[in-house]
């Protein structure tokens, strides 16, 4: 069975520090764009990274810059999201996408949308709260 499961999720307090895990299995995350995105109660989805697997490098939203990193475990088929310096903003349900097909960027803008992902997991919530 193809899916991704995210872990880590829970209650912190402002400009405290979260790790999220997102796992796959059924197929190996190295080869697939990863994406991160977050959604807020009332508020549209919002795209948080993205991770291009033609170098690796990636790409964060203005929102969480400096404050957030991805990394991987390619011996554990799993990314990361380290999530520093929390804010109450930051408060989500928090979901990593993956993707396989070849793209092309333009106009500086490395993001992809939902929908071009193709497997999702089932998010985890985030609160930052005092």
């Known amino acids: 069975q193809l899916q991704l499961v995210e872990s880590g999720g829970g209650l912190v307090q402002p400009g405290g520090s979260l790790r999220l895990s997102c796992a796959a299995s059924?197929?190996?995350?190295?080869?697939?764009?990863i994406g991160w995105f977050r959604q807020a109660p009332g508020k549209e989805r919002e795209g948080v990274s993205c991770?291009?697997?033609?170098?690796?490098?990636?790409y964060y939203s203005d929102s969480v810059k400096g404050r957030f990193t991805v990394s991987r475990d390619n011996s554990k088929n799993t990314v990361y999201l380290q999530m520093n310096s929390l804010k109450p903003e930051d408060t989500a349900v928090y979901y990593c996408?993956?993707?396989?097909?070849?793209?092309?960027?333009?106009?500086?803008?490395?993001?992809?949308?939902?929908?071009?992902?193709?497997?999702w997991g089932q998010g985890t919530q985030v609160a930052v709260s005092s």
């Open positions: 996408a993956a993707a396989r097909r070849q793209f092309t960027f333009y106009n500086g803008y490395y993001f992809l949308d939902w929908d071009e992902y193709d497997y």
């Open positions: 991770t291009h697997v033609t170098d690796g490098t990636t």
């Open positions: 059924g197929f190996t995350l190295e080869h697939y764009y």
